[in-house]
């Protein structure tokens, strides 16, 4: 395909993306049927951070950042940026300068199967990172890519609005027309959840109870028995 930047491209409401965001990585994917998550070799450079934003898309070279400088022009107040490469790449592509640029458009963080370099300073100024690496290793500017684009990041498909969601849990992806149903869902188990925090907290129930696992135990043939008997199998076992 030619390398194109797509500059007019629908993203999901703010206010969804900024409440599934609440709700965190966990919840959202389990939410939304345990789909949607970025493989876990993307990790957080720092710690106790969580953001959600709507995605503008990168596609680059391997050790090239041209188009990091391009997408940087389509960004708005609420996006986060994800950046792919067209084959692997550690290389430090992402630095303090891209960041303040980004930080400057009111870009929430950055998510990118990169490495990045400066993570002191990313640190320091509050601009939160997720990559595949911590490098120094430069890149040069040279090579045709895309923005806002589909892209894929550590197996998980990120199109153009989107929601990305991510924490120290990792990052999970909410397709764009599935925001507002995804959201229902996350402030149901939100809601269940607090219930069972509550019963478990008291100690007024067991999740065997409350979950009715029970049954299932038995379905498995998976018994109970007192110490003496089971040394009795054992030694009989012997």
Not at 123 to 146: D, E, L, N, Y
Request: with cysteine; glycine share 10%; proline share 5%.
């Amino acid at each position: 395909m030619k390398p194109v930047i797509v500059t007019d491209i629908a993203r999901t409401d703010a206010a969804t993306a900024r409440a599934l965001g609440s709700h965190g990585v966990a919840t959202v994917h389990e939410a939304m049927g345990r789909t949607g998550l970025v493989g876990p070799g993307i990790r957080p450079i720092q710690d106790d951070v969580r953001i959600a934003g709507t995605a503008v898309t990168v596609l680059s070279h391997p050790g090239d950042n041209l188009m990091i400088h391009a997408a940087i022009e389509q960004c708005r107040d609420g996006d986060l940026l994800v950046v792919a490469t067209t084959s692997p790449s550690s290389d430090g592509a992402f630095g303090d300068l891209f960041a303040t640029a980004l930080k400057a458009r009111g870009v929430r963080g950055l998510v990118t199967s990169t490495g990045v370099r400066d993570t002191a300073d990313l640190r320091a100024m509050g601009f939160p990172v997720w990559s595949s690496a911590v490098h120094a290793q430069g890149t040069v500017k040279a090579t045709p890519g895309s923005v806002n684009v589909p892209i894929v990041v550590a197996g998980a498909t990120v199109r153009p609005g989107d929601v990305v969601i991510a924490d120290d849990d990792g990052v999970v992806v909410v397709p764009r027309e599935r925001a507002a149903d995804v959201l229902s869902a996350a402030d149901a188990r939100v809601a269940k959840e607090a219930a069972d925090r509550e019963a478990y907290g008291s100690g007024a129930e067991l999740s065997l109870d409350r979950k009715g696992l029970r049954p299932l135990l038995a379905e498995l043939g998976i018994e109970y028995v007192t110490q003496a008997e089971y040394e009795a199998r054992d030694h009989e076992r012997a």
